[in-house]
């Protein structure tokens, strides 16, 4: 009974080929791994609280992320103010927090889709003058 040829021959893990390849593709892996992993950046954000149009193109601005919304869904809505040091997805949270908009964020772009908060109670009147500030 013949038994089949390895797939690789045993001097083939000895071959100076075997290793440069490995070597190669181990790098090639050490190198590009960490890419899709970067931490999140804080930025300086200081946006007063304003119409929800006009605040989420100030966050762009200042992210240098896109915002993607219509005029429709923003349209009646008032944004917080926030002012200091925070991720994007951490300031986004914070100047559209109890205004019945949500951002989901894309994570291969980074980019916001805002739309309306199905379950959310949309204040009457959010106070014109409240800021929320980093303290650290």
């Not at 190198?31 to 931490?39: E, F, M, N, S, T």
Request: charged share 20%; proline share 7%; aromatic share 8%.
């Amino acid at each position: 009974m013949n038994m089949p040829a390895p797939i690789f021959p045993s001097h083939y893990w000895r071959s100076w080929d075997y290793w440069l390849r490995l070597c190669c593709v181990t790098g090639l892996i050490l190198v590009y791994a960490p890419l899709g992993a970067q931490p999140v950046q804080k930025r300086q954000f200081d946006l007063p609280a304003d119409a929800a149009e006009i605040s989420l193109k100030q966050f762009a601005a200042q992210s240098e992320l896109e915002v993607l919304f219509s005029p429709k869904t923003t349209a009646d809505v008032r944004t917080n103010a926030i002012k200091g040091n925070y991720s994007p997805r951490d300031a986004m949270d914070r100047l559209l927090g109890g205004t019945g908009l949500i951002a989901t964020q894309d994570g291969k772009t980074g980019a916001f889709n805002i739309s309306r908060d199905s379950q959310a109670q949309i204040p009457s009147n959010p106070k014109k003058n409240d800021i929320q500030k980093d303290h650290s």
